[in-house]
């Protein structure tokens, strides 16, 4: 049964994430906040910033649809009670950065297009590995993908993001650490749940093992794609913002300073740090991380 | 003249390691530590205290914090924290286990 789930209910969400660190906000972020000026008047810059947007949006509207799933795959009440938070939590994820294209200038009517002239077609793939199981009720296998493989992507790329974003916009910046502090509730679910059905299901090691490494190579596909694929786009936009003296002098994580790294530096950081959780993760609730094929 | 042996460093320092496992075997008083709140708002008001955010390079943890393996961040403790005490992380509900490790340092274990 779900023991670390025993002090944990919906009135403790309520005070920890409402009426916690998301008191005062509006859209994950003070009032007060905008996005920067340049970043909106730079083509350049602006088209940049919703291309990395979309994916947020591609990426939190997958775990909507599979933290909403899983509640009716769950075995136990307070896994479904659980989950109903993390499906309000991955909704608000989905508006919040929907709002941020609005506040790029993408019209409203014009959502949907944009959405699919950037999504990354392999982020795309990646999502369609885990509804796949979840649509199937696998929970283990559901829970596995959605809140140690999505999620862990997620906690290192809007870390990374945040990193990059604090000093040349606060706002992004602020959205980003709320999505954090979910983020870090819904590892710990994944770990915890998982961690004791795994020993009572060793028989699911093989499949699940076999669903990580498909969602892995699809995540480093997208990230071979955001770096290596656009490093003459990630270039332009960097000289440009060089230029509006737009953008941070130095943006350390995980000691690379990001301000500086190339687009392959870049890409080779942030999947290490990703591949490097997974295994510890996976190790810690008896699964072996299987590596997949590289991307090319 | 006789001549008295005298301990060689090595051995003095082994017997101060061995003197000092025993002080804690024996539960030799710990020291105690006063929270403050440093602005950690991921937990209801009361419990912000026993935790904080992990500020990277140049960080360094007291004697009383552990970083939570799971969601990474620091966690506090009124006490010394030492092998065997449980903790537990708020912010990702993990439940911890500290334990030593074979170089003599705590790391915390997740206990499913």
């Known amino acids: ?296 | 003249m006789s001549t008295v042996e005298q301990p060689d460093r090595e051995t003095e320092l082994a017997e101060l390691v061995e003197q000092h496992r025993a002080r804690r075997a024996e539960g030799s008083e710990r020291r105690h530590y006063d929270l403050d709140d440093r602005g950690f708002n991921e937990v209801p008001k009361k419990w912000r205290k026993f935790y904080r955010h992990w500020l990277g390079a140049g960080d360094t943890l007291a004697p009383n914090e552990i970083i939570c393996p799971v969601c990474k961040v620091v966690i506090r403790s009124v006490k010394e924290i030492r092998a065997g005490d449980r903790l537990y992380c708020m912010p990702c509900m993990s439940r911890l286990l500290v334990v030593e490790a074979d170089d003599g340092t705590l790391v915390p274990e997740v206990v499913y």
Request: hydrophobic share 40%; net charge negative.
């Open chain 1, 1 to 296: 049964m779900a023991d670390f789930l025993s002090q944990y209910s919906i009135q403790r969400w309520l005070e920890m994430c409402p009426q916690g660190y998301l008191e005062d906000t509006v859209y994950g972020h003070s009032p007060e906040l905008k996005e920067p000026v340049i970043l909106v008047g730079n083509e350049t810059l602006r088209e940049e910033s919703i291309r990395t947007t979309v994916q947020l949006v591609v990426g939190e509207r997958c775990a909507l649809a599979a933290s909403s799933g899983l509640v009716n795959a769950a075995p136990d009440f307070p896994s479904k009670r659980f989950l109903a938070t993390q499906t309000l939590d991955e909704a608000r994820h989905v508006e919040i950065f929907t709002r941020r294209l609005f506040d790029l200038g993408v019209k409203e009517d014009d959502l949907e297009s944009t959405l699919d002239e950037f999504a990354n077609p392999n982020l795309v793939k990646f999502a369609e590995v885990l509804l796949e199981k979840v649509e199937a009720g696998d929970f283990i296998a559901g829970v596995v993908g959605q809140n140690i493989v999505l999620e862990g992507m997620a906690f290192s790329v809007f870390e990374m993001l945040e990193a990059v974003s604090r000093e040349a916009n606060p706002k992004f910046a602020e959205t980003l650490t709320g999505t954090i502090a979910d983020e870090r509730r819904h590892v710990g679910f994944g770990e915890n749940r998982i961690g004791s059905l795994i020993r009572e299901h060793p028989e699911r090691k093989a499949d699940v093992e076999k669903m990580q490494a498909e969602m892995t190579y699809h995540m480093l596909a997208t990230f071979a794609d955001s770096f290596r694929g656009n490093a003459a786009v990630v270039e332009e936009t960097r000289a440009v913002a060089a230029a509006e003296g737009f953008g941070p002098e130095t943006a350390e994580w995980h000691g690379t300073d990001l301000a500086a790294a190339s687009p392959e530096e870049m890409e080779a950081i942030l999947a290490d740090t990703v591949l490097g959780e997974f295994k510890t993760r996976l190790g810690r609730i008896g699964l072996e991380y299987q590596s997949p094929p590289v991307p090319a």
